[in-house]
Nanobody, 120 residues
């Protein structure tokens, strides 16, 4: 069993940057970031392979967000640049406990989330 803890959220003006972190209590394989705004469904943001060799992004964040990981620190990152008010949401970290299909929609573990608010 693995616990995930997100950090780095906060309030930022449109056009600004923020870096989110997710620290895992143990080894993880595929990892990803999701977000959910009030009154909306949770949506996929980005995912990364176990060794960081491949990444995939939602169309709305391509060119602005970068997902990465440091396995020596059991930590996942999401660098967010050129932030927009539409990026405002609670951001969740997710991870798999085993190798899975790259595009599988479900993950084994979820964090509690960190709030990101972008003002206009």
């Amino acid at each position: 069993q693995v616990q995930l803890v997100e950090s780095g959220g906060g309030l930022v003006q449109a056009g600004g940057s923020l870096r989110l972190s997710c620290t895992a209590s143990g080894r993880t394989f595929r990892m990803g970031w999701f977000r959910q705004a009030p009154g909306k469904e949770r949506e996929f943001v980005a995912r990364i392979t176990w060794n960081g060799g491949n990444q995939y992004y939602a169309d709305g964040v391509k060119g602005r967000f970068t997902i990465s990981r440091d396995n020596a620190k059991n930590t996942l990152y999401l660098q967010m640049n050129s932030l927009k008010p539409e990026d405002t949401a609670t951001y969740y970290c997710a991870a798999d406990q085993r190798l899975t299909a790259w595009g599988a929609p479900d993950y084994d573990y979820w964090g509690q989330g960190t709030q990101v608010t972008v003002s206009s």
